[in-house]
């Protein structure tokens, strides 16, 4: 019974009705939005730590984050390959670089990776197919899943054409492409031989490194050989697993910057601005509705069966109001994605959560509407 009160009371002013259920779907498209940001923040951030091919990855203690990282001795990698758990080390170097966009002459900044082409840095077919036309002079790959400000470069390479540009004011040849993808703080990023990358950056000394992975021998436990090296090793590289790595980038994005603090305060503020909507919306229910209230506490109705038809007012509200917010959202997803290249999707988790942070929103609107009705004196009313 309480239920049906509440709906027929709800549909009985469609107008606010339909501002009720268009303010929810604003709070829910915020908080998704928010969180569908900063899900996108930590996942992009870590496409290099968790697509790369390793067990265990050193990094300078110096380094904030993988996009410019500072340099240490490549002997520490080797110094590692002494342990009898190693199987394999791989050098590899990292750093910004200039590239000219050979339509428009426009200049911007590019994620360059240095590595032998032999090593298996990247795991698949795909690349496979890349690694021999890596070891010309001058030859990169382009990661075709790069912002479109660096002009059609996807449009441009095939199996036969090559594209020419520069790169620090040299000459290189784009002669394939490989789909890796960009973060907050990498729009795009190029692959090449470590000789090439050298070539790029000759001040640069071939005695160091901006990273190391290791591969260890089948069934070691990367846990026990991480411990084993950071005895062995000094102190002045990072030894870390892959998850270490993952969790270590993570959390410089999450805390050392403030990216990761805008988007949760979001969060919230969508949370509370719903809160808000729904407070104003069912307290001038109560106040229209007093004298009806009134009458079913003078009919021996208690107070907690006359709240309850509040409480179910807001359980509808916030359930018919979730699914348009979610269809909207739905779609400025993909529309961000597409403008982004940012990994921006609802994921069912995702989706459950915000439901229940919308019911609990409206709960407890709910229950700072409901003081009014629990206190009421039919004596007074009538």
Request: net charge neutral; aromatic share 12%; proline share 4%.
């Amino acid at each position: 019974m309480q239920t049906k009160v509440a709906w027929l009371q709800l549909k009985y002013r469609p107008v606010r009705l339909i501002v009720a259920l268009c303010g929810i779907g604003f709070a829910v498209l915020l908080i998704l939005m928010q969180l569908g940001f900063r899900s996108a923040l930590f996942e992009s951030a870590v496409r290099y730590h968790e697509r790369l091919n390793y067990d265990i990855a050193l990094f300078s203690p110096d380094s904030v984050f993988i996009v410019r990282p500072q340099a240490f001795s490549k002997r520490r990698l080797y110094q590692a390959l002494s342990l009898e758990e190693v199987e394999q080390v791989m050098p590899i170097n990292i750093f910004p670089a200039v590239w000219k966009n050979p339509w428009n002459n426009g200049s911007r900044s590019i994620h360059t990776m240095g590595f032998d082409p032999g090593d298996p840095i990247f795991e698949g077919v795909e690349f496979d197919k890349l690694r021999l036309k890596m070891k010309a002079r001058d030859a990169m790959i382009f990661d075709s899943a790069s912002r479109p400000e660096f002009g059609p470069v996807k449009d441009t390479v095939t199996d036969d054409e090559v594209l020419v540009t520069e790169i620090n004011n040299r000459q290189i040849d784009v002669v394939g492409l490989y789909h890796m993808g960009t973060s907050f703080g990498l729009d795009g990023s190029v692959f090449m031989s470590t000789d090439n990358w050298f070539r790029l950056f000759p001040d640069r000394s071939r005695e160091d490194i901006q990273m190391g992975l290791i591969k260890l021998k089948d069934g070691k436990d990367a846990n026990i050989v991480r411990d084993k090296l950071k005895n062995y090793l000094p102190n002045d590289v990072l030894v870390m697993t892959k998850s270490d790595f993952v969790e270590r980038e993570t959390a410089y994005w999450n805390s050392a910057t403030p990216i990761g603090y805008v988007f949760t305060f979001g969060s919230i503020m969508g949370f509370v601005v719903g809160a808000i909507i729904v407070y104003q919306i069912l307290f001038a229910g109560v106040s229209e509705y007093i004298s009806e209230y009134a009458t079913l506490r003078a009919m021996g109705y208690s107070s907690a069966f006359v709240s309850g038809i509040v409480v179910q007012q807001a359980m509808l509200l916030g359930a018919l109001g979730f699914i348009p917010g979610v269809a909207v959202v739905i779609w400025l997803y993909s529309v961000a994605a597409g403008a982004t290249n940012l990994p921006l999707y609802l994921t069912q988790d995702r989706a459950i959560l915000v439901f229940i942070l919308t019911m609990l929103m409206c709960a407890i609107s709910a229950l700072l509407s409901v003081r009014r009705v629990v206190s009421i004196d039919p004596a007074e009313v009538f």
